[in-house]
C-alpha cells in the first residue's frame, strides 16, 4: 500500500467556519463588500439598464476582450525562454490571483466581481521577460525622458489611455495598487474620490517610484487582490524554481507557512480569512506575516536575483532591448510608416473607434515607443529584433524540451 504523504495545512477555526458556512447559504451581507452602485466612470454612462449585469462584470468582459489580455500566454512570469508547457506564465498567474482573491472574497462578504477584475487586468501592462525586461524599460525611459515605466502604472494606462475603455476608478485603482513586491501585514483602503484625484496620483507614479510603492487600494477587493498577488506567486515560483533546475527543493529552509505551493496557498489564505472577517482591512497575524516576509527573502536569494543567469538572458537581453528601443524612437520621429511600431502598434490600436482629445500617433515619441515595447510577447520581442536587426551578435535561444 502507498502511504499518503503527511499534510500540514491549517484549517478554519469550527467557530468562524460554521459563520461563514450560514452566511454564504444566507446570502447575507457582511457589508463591507463594495457597492455596484457606487462604481464610478469618466464618462457619464452607467450599468443599470441590464440588470443581469453589473459594472464590475462589464469590466472584466472588456478586460478579457482587450488585445493584450491574449498576450499573458506567452510573457514569462519568471524563467524566460524555457519550452516547457509546464512553466508558468502571466496567464496562469493572474488566474491563480483571480481564484485564490475570490475565496478570500467570498469569506469575507466582499464584491467578487471587482475582485475579478482587478485581479485579470492588474498584469496587462507587464512586458516581456518578467521583472527583467520591466527593469531594463525603465531604466531606457528614464534615460530618455525622466519618467519611470511600472507594470502596475502602465497596466492602468493600457486598459484607461491606449485603448481608452472607460472601466471603473475602483477597477484601475486596485490594478494601480496591487504592487505585489511591497507587503503589508495590514491592508487599510484608503478613499479615492474623483478621476482628477487619481489621474494625479498616476502622474505622481510615472515621476516617482518611491511615491508608486506606497499608494493603497480606496476597496477591501482592490486589498485582498494586493495580498493575493504574494500568495499566489510565493510558492509557485519556487516549484517552477525547481523545474528549470534551478535550485533543488532542499535548497528552501523556510517552511513556517508550509511545505510546497499548495499548503502555503491554503495556509496564507486562511490567516487572511481569520484576520480579516468583519473587518474593515485585509490582515495577516504577526507569525504569519514574519513567515511571509522570510519565504519572500529567501526566493529573492535563492531565485529572483539569479533568474536572469538561469533563463540565458544575461549578456543579451540589454543590448538587445536598447537596440529596438532606440530604432522604434528613430522611426517614429522620422515617421516611417512601412516601421512595425505603425504597421503592428499605432494603426492597430487606432482601429478601436474612441474620441480622443489628441490622436494616438501625436503621443510623445517615448511613450509610443513603450507602449509598443510593453505589449510584446517574449516570443515577439526575439522575432521583432531579428527582423530590425538580422546580423546583430546579440541572440536569445529556448532552452527545448529535450534539452539537457
Not at 466582499?110 to 485579470?120: D, K, P, R, T, V
Not at 499566489?232 to 528549470?244: N, P, T, V, W
Not at 532591448?321 to 512595425?340: A, F, I
Amino acid at each position: 500500500m502507498v502511504g499518503m504523504a503527511m499534510s500540514n495545512k491549517k484549517a478554519l477555526s469550527k467557530e468562524l467556519n460554521e459563520i461563514i458556512c450560514k452566511n454564504n447559504r444566507l446570502r447575507a451581507a457582511i457589508g463591507f463588500g463594495f457597492n455596484d452602485e457606487k462604481a464610478l466612470r469618466r464618462s457619464a454612462t452607467t450599468d443599470s439598464s441590464r440588470a443581469w449585469n453589473s459594472p464590475f462584470i462589464s469590466d472584466v468582459d472588456t478586460i478579457m476582450h482587450c488585445p493584450y489580455f491574449s498576450r499573458y500566454a506567452d510573457k514569462t512570469q519568471v524563467f524566460s525562454l524555457y519550452k516547457n508547457d509546464d512553466m508558468t506564465r502571466r496567464s496562469l498567474h493572474v488566474q491563480l490571483v483571480s481564484r485564490i482573491s475570490r475565496t478570500i472574497g467570498r469569506a469575507l462578504g466582499l464584491n467578487l466581481e471587482l475582485i475579478e477584475a482587478i485581479a485579470l487586468g492588474h498584469d496587462v501592462g507587464h512586458p516581456a521577460f518578467a521583472h527583467t525586461g520591466e527593469k531594463l524599460l525603465d531604466e531606457l525611459y528614464y534615460q530618455h525622458t525622466g519618467r519611470r515605466f511600472l507594470h502596475n502604472i502602465h497596466s492602468v494606462r493600457v486598459l484607461d489611455k491606449i485603448h481608452a475603455y472607460d472601466l471603473t476608478l475602483q477597477t484601475l485603482n486596485g490594478i494601480a495598487s496591487h504592487n505585489g513586491e511591497m507587503e503589508l501585514d495590514e491592508y487599510r483602503p484608503v478613499p479615492i474620490k474623483s478621476f482628477a484625484q487619481f489621474d494625479e496620483i498616476m502622474e505622481k507614479c510615472a515621476l516617482d517610484k518611491k511615491f508608486a510603492d506606497k499608494i493603497m487600494p480606496c476597496t477591501l477587493e482592490g486589498a485582498v487582490v494586493r495580498i493575493s498577488d504574494i500568495i499566489a506567486y510565493l510558492g509557485k515560483d519556487r516549484q517552477d524554481a525547481i523545474l528549470a533546475k534551478a535550485v533543488q527543493e532542499s535548497d528552501f529552509t523556510t517552511h513556517e507557512i508550509g511545505f510546497g505551493n499548495a499548503e502555503m496557498v491554503d495556509n496564507l489564505i486562511v490567516n487572511v480569512i481569520e484576520n480579516s472577517y468583519g473587518k474593515p482591512y485585509i490582515k495577516l497575524d504577526s507569525a504569519h506575516f514574519d513567515a511571509l516576509r522570510k519565504a519572500k527573502k529567501e526566493n529573492y536569494e535563492k531565485i529572483y536575483n539569479h533568474s536572469i543567469e538561469h533563463t540565458g538572458l544575461k549578456g543579451n537581453i540589454q543590448p538587445m532591448m536598447e537596440e529596438v528601443y532606440n530604432q522604434l524612437l528613430d522611426d517614429v520621429k522620422g515617421n516611417v510608416q512601412s516601421s512595425p511600431i505603425f504597421t503592428h502598434h499605432i494603426r492597430q490600436v487606432n482601429q478601436q473607434k474612441v474620441v480622443r482629445e489628441t490622436p494616438y500617433e501625436k503621443t510623445e515619441a517615448n511613450q509610443l515607443v513603450v507602449d509598443y515595447i510593453a505589449s510584446m510577447t517574449d516570443d515577439y520581442f526575439i522575432e521583432l529584433h531579428e527582423r530590425l536587426f538580422p546580423n546583430s551578435a546579440y541572440k536569445l535561444r529556448y532552452k527545448g524540451y529535450f534539452d539537457e
